[in-house]
């Protein structure tokens, strides 16, 4: 899915949830939001966390952000990546924890990586997702993305899948 970065869009989150920077010490944390998200991760530990995101050259810590929820839990995580040119951020590893799935936050995260892009000057805001990721897809177009069809198989999976959200 493909977004242009011409215009910053609102972001609001429910009344008591912030967004934050990672920092050292939020591994586990972070893993607890992207567990049972079928994101790769499989186990709440910094060697988890590591493996999957200190390892990967295109993603700087500085671009993992956390949303917190007003108990101070760690309800969301979502990072932006380098993209293929200078001019692309990727959007990567969205998750929320189990317990605040449903409470409509997926949108205003996914605003906040958008902004955060383009602070960083991109032009172009990429991402990738699988099929059946319904709910994210859906926060996905309503924060201004679009399918990229590149084919007439393409073309079929995306028909099938807006049909599925009634679209």
Not at 37 to 53: A, C, N, P
Not at 93 to 104: C, E, F, I
Request: aromatic content about 8%; proline content about 4%.
């Amino acid at each position: 899915m493909e977004r242009n970065a011409n215009q910053a869009p609102a972001v609001i989150f429910p009344d008591g949830y912030t967004m934050r920077d990672f920092k050292p010490g939020d591994e586990e944390a972070w893993c607890a939001c992207c567990i049972d998200g079928q994101l790769g991760v499989t186990e709440q530990t910094k060697t988890q966390f590591d493996k999957i995101m200190t390892t990967d050259p295109r993603v700087k810590t500085e671009n993992i952000f956390l949303l917190i929820a007003p108990n101070g839990d760690a309800a969301g995580t979502i990072t932006y990546q380098s993209g293929n040119t200078d001019d692309e951020g990727y959007i990567h590893m969205v998750g929320l924890d189990k317990k605040y799935r449903g409470k409509r936050l997926s949108l205003p995260l996914v605003n906040f990586a958008v902004n955060k892009i383009i602070e960083d000057s991109k032009k172009r805001i990429l991402l990738t997702t699988d099929d059946w990721r319904l709910s994210g897809i859906k926060a996905y177009l309503n924060a201004g993305f679009s399918p990229m069809i590149e084919c007439e198989e393409t073309a079929e999976r995306w028909s099938k899948v807006l049909e599925k959200l009634s679209l």
